[in-house]
């Protein structure tokens, strides 16, 4: 072995040994506290105390690996609550062999563990010291080698990692202010280079990860949309629709195709390691990956993640009522930030990534060579308490840890791995259209249309639920029938089709399925659908697309009335004489001439905007009447048609500008990055090249 080896290997050693005193030191002074905290607790000495803790852990050691693999089923089923109280039990038992440490009951015991991990978090956070790189080499790398063990490469492998809904302007603002040291740190050293893409028209998750991990997009038009063919709502965040929409797009050569892992995505790019990944929730053609099953066995990761969540609900229920004191402006309702969305935020800033992290973890000790991993606490925090809020930042720099500890565990990997972090849209902020004209665009839609055309709106709901559903139905399907048999019971109700369907959309489908009487008849209505400050206006009484000729005799003054608002920046509607057009409030722009009379109405609205319209305009699901909002590009401010006071999916402010971090040494193309398949192209290029770097014959040896 040569010495610069034998140095590095000297210095790792030396680190583990400081690392576990100062982590013991920790515990110690944990156990003190409790001591004082719970009265069925008792050391006679400081001794003792320090005696306790190396008795508790090598009590763990020797015992724990055995009980986990006995109790998986159970502890994913009880979400590791089970896991704690075993935990509680060795603590006992740790007891029994130590004089002068008394523990009174299990429940102290319990207790004690949960204090114990509650002090060790926060001391090491404090003290920024990775409290689970032993967890990373001891456990997670022997349950890799059990399953197969990964053959040593020096080829890269590539970790895509997405903040959901942050846009460059605000990431460049979180590194000056220093929230994300690790991505600052990145920048500064020259490893990185940060750049922006712009998305399509529809600027939300569906359309641009259908883009990026499939290079297809073609015909999402938003979040949800009225499809002519089945008359019927299209939702983004139904599980079965996202399955169709993948199956219509992917040629089966998508981004994570040779042997890529998808951890909490909408879509595949068809990697045949999946896990949470919405379009392939009941596919089980393919590898589902039971980490974040092991991940409940572990009563540190239980501890740490109730300990994390009860302190994120506690700080939205805080944060919400400041805002309210404060009377800040925009705030979210009461109805969006109440009830169950503190819990539900928890779920999305906390346990998704955990889940996330603890898997993609795996999947380096594994040598995976590709894996794409969705992040979505910035973009959940961001909808309902800003853009640029203290919260939202907050959540940023919690997620840049996560970072810091993906990239510690990679230095222990059988391969070296390169990180890329992107977004697949930003955010524009602004009070929401009701909020501004005390009307939703339904109402406003209803009013110009007179009551000879009833006007219906689409159900109020968002991507947060689809990951709580994703989850469940995961878990449903779940290899360990200990864990699928007693989900399934309780979900039974909320199930259709072997999908777990909860939130309003859930509420919807089983109104829909316990209705007896006659469909209602829908030949006189008009729906209008919101994404963002994107509206579509579909006539769900005709077959085909309605022109703007037809809408002027049918509805005279309504594009006139709907333009003249306010609140509207724009409608694009297709013209059987000049294809389609773009109405403002003093002009008009004809897209197929390129011709513009009077203003022009997609002025501030980027320089891409009339090649985006016409593209929409091309799919066969296009609205009837696509209604913008107005934007002020100066201080990214639009008119959400849904209320979501942080907002995405049509054109205007930095909702379309998104961001690409990646290795500097990697090139991304002499052009800038317009449209989800265009940066598509990029990255599968990237993989492609790893790709072939592994099937050369000088690496094939190792």
């Not at 583990?16 to 002074?29: N, T, Y």
């Not at 909808?383 to 720099?397: D, I, K, N, R």
């Not at 997609?602 to 319209?613: D, M, R, S, T, V």
Request: proline share 4%; net charge negative.
């Amino acid at each position: 072995m040569n010495r610069p080896v034998q140095a590095s290997r000297k210095r790792e050693l030396l680190q583990f040994v400081a690392r576990l005193l100062l982590i013991w030191g920790f515990q110690v002074v944990g156990l003190l506290f409790m001591v004082w905290l719970l009265p069925g607790v008792s050391v006679d000495s400081l001794l003792t105390a320090a005696v306790a803790v190396a008795a508790i852990g090598l009590v763990n050691a020797l015992l724990w690996p055995m009980l986990s693999y006995l109790i998986l089923p159970f502890a994913v089923f009880t979400l590791g609550l089970l896991s704690l109280v075993l935990n509680g039990v060795l603590v006992q038992l740790a007891s029994a062999f130590v004089e002068g440490f008394d523990v009174a009951s299990l429940w102290d015991a319990v207790f004690l563990t949960v204090g114990l991990t509650a002090i060790n978090t926060i001391l090491s956070s404090l003290l920024t010291i990775d409290d689970d790189n032993s967890w990373y080499r001891n456990v997670v790398r022997r349950r890799i080698k059990r399953r197969k063990k990964p053959v040593e490469t020096e080829v890269p492998g590539v970790l895509f990692l997405e903040l959901d809904g942050l846009a460059r302007p605000v990431l460049e603002r979180a590194v000056e202010q220093g929230y994300v040291p690790t991505l600052a740190g990145w920048l500064e050293s020259g490893s990185h280079r940060l750049v922006g893409w712009e998305t399509d028209l529809s600027s939300q998750t569906s359309a641009s990860q259908a883009g990026i991990l499939h290079g297809n997009n073609h015909n999402i038009p938003a979040f949800r949309w009225w499809d002519r063919t089945r008359k019927e709502i299209i939702s983004s965040s139904a599980a079965k629709e996202v399955a169709v929409l993948e199956e219509e797009r992917s040629d089966g050569n998508g981004l994570l195709v040779k042997e890529g892992a998808s951890r909490g995505n909408l879509f595949s790019g068809d990697a045949p390691n999946v896990m949470l990944t919405g379009s392939t929730i009941t596919d089980f053609s393919r590898f589902h990956a039971t980490d974040f099953n092991a991940y409940f066995i572990d009563p540190y990761n239980f501890s740490r993640t109730l300990l994390l969540t009860v302190w994120d609900v506690i700080q939205e229920i805080w944060q919400f009522r400041q805002a309210r004191r404060k009377k800040v402006y925009p705030i979210s309702s009461r109805k969006k930030r109440g009830g169950i969305y503190p819990l539900l935020r928890a779920f999305t800033t906390v346990v998704m990534r955990e889940l996330n992290v603890y898997t993609l973890i795996g999947d380096m000790f594994a040598g995976v060579p590709s894996a794409y991993a969705t992040f979505v606490g910035y973009d959940e925090v961001a909808h309902h308490s800003g853009v640029e809020a203290e919260e939202a930042f907050q959540v940023l720099g919690k997620l840049d840890q996560q970072l810091a500890r993906l990239e510690s565990a990679a230095k222990h990997a059988p391969r070296p791995y390169h990180f890329v972090i992107l977004s697949d849209h930003g955010q524009s902020a602004g009070a929401t259209f009701k909020q501004r004209y005390q009307m939703s665009l339904e109402e406003f839609v209803q009013e110009l249309a007179t009551e000879k055309f009833r006007v219906v709106g689409d159900v109020d709901v968002h991507e947060d639920w689809g990951q709580v559903s994703a989850f469940f139905t995961e878990a449903m399907h779940s290899k360990q029938k200990a864990v699928s048999r007693p989900v399934g019971q309780v979900m039974r109700s909320r199930t259709s089709e072997g999908r777990v369907i909860l939130g309003p959309e859930g509420e919807e489908q089983r109104g829909q399925e316990e209705e007896t009487g006659a469909p209602e008849d829908v030949g006189t209505s008009i729906a209008v659908l919101a994404s963002g400050n994107l509206g579509l206006v579909y006539g769900t009484h005709v077959e085909e697309r309605v022109n703007l000729e037809e809408i002027e005799a049918v509805f005279p003054g309504l594009l006139e009335g709907m333009v003249q608002h306010e609140g509207v920046g724009f409608v694009m509607v297709h013209s059987e004489a000049h294809g389609p057009v773009v109405i403002g409030s003093a002009g008009r722009y004809y897209l197929t001439e390129d011709r513009v009379e009077g203003e022009n109405p997609l002025e501030g609205f980027g320089a891409n905007a009339a090649a985006h319209l016409r593209r929409t305009d091309s799919f066969p699901d296009a609205p009837d009447l696509l209604v913008n909002s107005f934007c002020n590009p100066e201080t990214n401010e639009v008119a959400a048609f849904e209320e979501l006071i942080g907002s995405h999916g049509g054109l205007g402010g930095w909702q379309t500008q998104p961001f690409l971090l990646y290795p500097a040494e990697w090139e991304t193309g002499p052009e800038t990055i317009v449209g989800a398949e265009a940066l598509h192209r990029v990255l599968k290029g990237w993989v492609d090249q790893l790709a072939t770097e592994e099937d050369s014959p000088r690496d094939s040896a190792g």
